[in-house]
């Protein structure tokens, strides 16, 4: 569904998006609306989830025509151009939540704000829609003079929420507990909100499911994840698998995932640059096997700029 009553003087999210992600902006309820820090209002356009048990997941990112998302050693790389930029900062503000992992936000200290979208009229009484930052660091890496929190201290954006795994006796001595404690409270004292999650006793990773679980009882009802590269083959695995031919399953253990037991990511949404990273380059799919690799149908192609953008639903 198209925007076919906005306010025709403010500037509107790609048609490309709001078909996608089924949506329709009004007056009422358009991305530029921003009620500062408190919960997202019901008013808000958001992409609906088909379960209340978790937000809608859109994973996005863009990558070289290799497939590389990142330089050598996770180096920050400007892959998309300022067409499809603007078109995910848009994105952003049709999301309640934004996600990156610790890797990218220590690499590249994101603002994951709306800065390059286009000025609102003069005298207009509102900024536009910021999603909640949300950083996933299991062991609280991040850094209190981030950029995430000095904006929320400036007041140029949310507060962030940092999600890490609780400390337990069975798995930590005293002197790390401790150290995570003054970890965790120098983080509050800057800004943040700690968010504790449950981690995987042998693995000690936070899982997928888990954290979409309590981000929905904290009031998330759509979540944007932009990386980085073991972010997004975390959720690449968390999604309903593609089928293997009988034929070619023989001697393989069943993932016992089917598509009618969960749905973890709903929409895909990748930028294609016309570059080539390189073999150093970092990809996302590196270690991501055939058998889990998930399943997704092309539903449309749009053309920002020199970029290609590819969208994508669960199947």
């Not at 006793?201 to 994840?225: A, F, Q």
């Not at 031919?245 to 969960?262: I, M, V, W």
Request: aromatic letters at 6%; proline letters at 8%.
């Amino acid at each position: 569904m198209s925007a076919t009553t906005a306010d025709p003087t403010l500037p509107q999210p790609p048609a490309f998006l709001l078909d996608l992600f089924r949506l329709s902006v009004s007056p009422e309820s358009h991305p530029s609306i921003y009620y500062g820090d408190s919960d997202a209002s019901s008013n808000q356009p958001s992409p609906a989830s088909a379960t209340p048990l978790h937000p809608f997941v859109t994973l996005t990112f863009a990558q070289s025509l290799d497939a590389k998302i990142a330089g050598a050693g996770g180096r920050q790389l400007i892959l998309s151009g300022k067409e499809s930029m603007v078109m995910t900062h848009w994105m952003r503000t049709l999301h309640d939540a934004i996600l990156v992992g610790i890797g990218t936000a220590a690499n590249d200290d994101p603002q994951l704000n709306t800065r390059h979208l286009p000025p609102l009229p003069t005298g207009y009484a509102h900024s536009y829609r910021l999603p909640r930052p949300v950083i996933l660091d299991t062991n609280l890496r991040l850094s209190p003079d981030c950029k995430l929190l000095k904006n929320y201290r400036a007041g140029r954006g949310r507060r962030p929420w940092v999600v890490c795994a609780p400390q337990t006796p069975a798995r930590d001595d005293s002197a790390s507990t401790e150290a995570f404690a003054r970890r965790a409270a120098t983080l509050q004292a800057a800004g943040a909100r700690v968010v504790e999650v449950a981690a995987d006793d042998t693995t000690g990773l936070i899982g997928v499911e888990d954290l979409l679980i309590v981000l929905r009882e904290l009031g998330v009802r759509s979540l944007m994840v932009e990386g980085g590269a073991r972010v997004i083959r975390s959720f690449l695995e968390a999604a309903p698998v593609k089928p293997v031919p009988a034929q070619e399953n023989l001697g393989r253990e069943s993932s016992g995932r089917t598509g009618a037991e969960k749905k973890i990511v709903d929409a895909l949404v990748v930028t294609v640059a016309p570059t080539i990273v390189g073999e150093a380059g970092v990809s996302y799919s590196s270690g991501l096997l055939e058998d889990k690799v998930p399943m997704f149908e092309h539903v449309r192609t749009g053309v920002f700029g020199s970029d290609a953008v590819l969208a994508l639903v669960s199947r």
